[in-house]
């Protein structure tokens, strides 16, 4: 999942840079002569594939990470066998689904021979497929980030049950409710479900906002246009244009997203890896203790042992003498 993850970062990257570098280099070359920013249809679908693809991998991957976490809660055994082949096929089934999804929303007349000027997924004909798409996306998250919340919950109570359990009951004996599998199992659900909330609750905002705000600049506009004199109905022409216009400028919304993601991302993962680097110096540090004192334990039975022959040869010594 991680390795995935770091994947699709790559790609979404690359494919924004690229497609920036060729809108750049095409808007420098032009001239009022050959109209260098005009591109094939199927160019405009290869430049933003890549970063397309990306939009419904975050979404999926949070879904699917969300999954694994919920067998890990209640298949621990399996999990800890099959956690392998579990992320594989969860990596593959959301590869095919988002491939299959971007296809359908920006890709059905990807080879057609159209010229176009403006190369992002809500120009015409693509906003409604466009529309639906985010939609859905929206809708994974939220649920995402729902089931992040209820997890959490029940991993956090669970985790308090047995540490009072322990506490109350089984002081004599604690290793008949503690189990190391289980603690840590719930110990790695706390920490996951700890980046994965945020960064499903971010995206979610983000989509909504986005999504909102393409609505409203779809609608507005036509009631606008149908509630205005006269003297702007020559815009009923370029009312689908327009709007395909205003509402392909707030992309950079949904760009801005993905970066402010996969920085939450970073540093999560780093706040993550700093503390199990904590946890297991403590480990370390606590083992180095546990054998320094078992060490000087052993010396000191030694010594007083010797201690305890001396005495008794003493006291024979005086006796016999």
Same mark, same amino acid.
């Given at each position: 999942?991680?390795?995935?993850?770091?994947?699709?970062?790559?790609?979404?990257?690359? #494919?924004?840079?690229?497609?920036?570098?060729? !809108?750049?280099?095409? @808007?420098?070359?032009?001239?009022?002569?050959?109209?260098?920013?005009?591109? %094939?249809?199927?160019?405009?679908?290869?430049?933003?594939?890549? @970063?397309?693809?990306?939009?419904?991998?975050?979404?999926?991957?949070?879904?699917?990470?969300?999954?694994?976490?919920? =067998?890990?809660?209640?298949?621990?055994?399996?999990?800890?066998?099959?956690?392998?082949?579990?992320?594989?096929?969860?990596?593959?089934?959301?590869?095919?689904?988002?491939?299959?999804? %971007?296809?359908?929303?920006? &890709?059905?007349?990807?080879?057609?021979?159209?010229?176009?000027?403006?190369?992002?997924?809500?120009?015409?004909?693509?906003?409604?497929?466009?529309?639906?798409?985010?939609?859905?996306?929206?809708?994974?998250?939220?649920?995402?980030?729902?089931?992040?919340?209820?997890?959490?919950?029940?991993?956090?109570?669970?985790?308090?049950?047995?540490?009072?359990?322990?506490?109350?009951?089984?002081?004599?004996?604690?290793?008949?409710?503690? @189990?190391?599998?289980? $603690?840590?199992?719930?110990?790695?659900?706390?920490? =996951?479900?700890?980046?994965?909330?945020?960064?499903?609750?971010?995206?979610?905002?983000?989509?909504?906002?986005?999504?909102?705000?393409?609505?409203?600049? !779809?609608?507005?506009? &036509?009631?606008?246009?149908?509630?205005?004199?006269?003297?702007?109905?020559?815009?009923?022409?370029?009312?689908?244009?327009?709007? $395909?216009?205003?509402? #392909?400028?707030?992309?950079?919304?949904?760009?801005?997203?993905?970066? =402010?993601?996969?920085?939450? !991302? =970073?540093?999560? #993962?780093? /706040?993550?890896?700093?503390?199990?680097?904590?946890?297991?110096? /403590?480990?370390?540090?606590? $083992?180095?203790? /546990?054998?320094?004192?078992?060490?000087?334990?052993?010396?000191?039975?030694?010594?007083?042992?010797? !201690?305890?022959?001396? %005495?008794?040869?003493?006291?024979?010594?005086?006796?016999?003498?």
């Amino acid at each position: 999942m991680v390795f995935n993850l770091a994947v699709i970062t790559v790609i979404h990257s690359l #494919g924004v840079f690229v497609q920036n570098v060729v !809108y750049l280099f095409n @808007s420098l070359r032009s001239t009022p002569d050959n109209c260098a920013t005009v591109i %094939s249809n199927a160019f405009c679908g290869l430049l933003r594939a890549p @970063s397309f693809y990306a939009v419904p991998m975050f979404a999926f991957m949070h879904m699917t990470m969300f999954i694994e976490r919920c =067998v890990a809660y209640v298949k621990r055994d399996e999990y800890e066998r099959q956690s392998n082949k579990l992320g594989m096929a969860f990596v593959l089934l959301n590869w095919i689904i988002c491939i299959s999804l %971007s296809h359908y929303t920006i &890709g059905v007349d990807i080879f057609s021979n159209i010229p176009r000027v403006e190369c992002t997924p809500t120009l015409s004909p693509y906003i409604r497929t466009t529309a639906l798409f985010y939609l859905a996306c929206v809708f994974v998250d939220a649920l995402t980030a729902i089931g992040d919340i209820i997890l959490w919950i029940q991993v956090k109570r669970e985790s308090n049950a047995e540490q009072w359990a322990m506490w109350i009951s089984n002081k004599t004996n604690p290793t008949k409710t503690y @189990s190391l599998s289980k $603690a840590y199992q719930r110990r790695e659900n706390l920490r =996951v479900l700890g980046i994965m909330f945020p960064i499903a609750l971010t995206f979610t905002t983000g989509h909504l906002i986005y999504t909102i705000a393409g609505n409203r600049t !779809y609608h507005g506009f &036509g009631e606008f246009i149908k509630e205005s004199s006269t003297s702007i109905e020559g815009l009923m022409d370029y009312q689908k244009d327009i709007i $395909a216009f205003t509402t #392909g400028s707030l992309h950079p919304i949904f760009t801005l997203l993905t970066i =402010v993601m996969v920085k939450m !991302y =970073v540093r999560l #993962g780093q /706040k993550l890896k700093e503390e199990k680097k904590e946890v297991i110096i /403590k480990q370390d540090a606590d $083992a180095a203790f /546990k054998i320094f004192t078992l060490r000087w334990q052993l010396k000191l039975r030694i010594a007083l042992r010797e !201690y305890a022959k001396c %005495s008794k040869s003493t006291i024979s010594i005086i006796c016999f003498s």
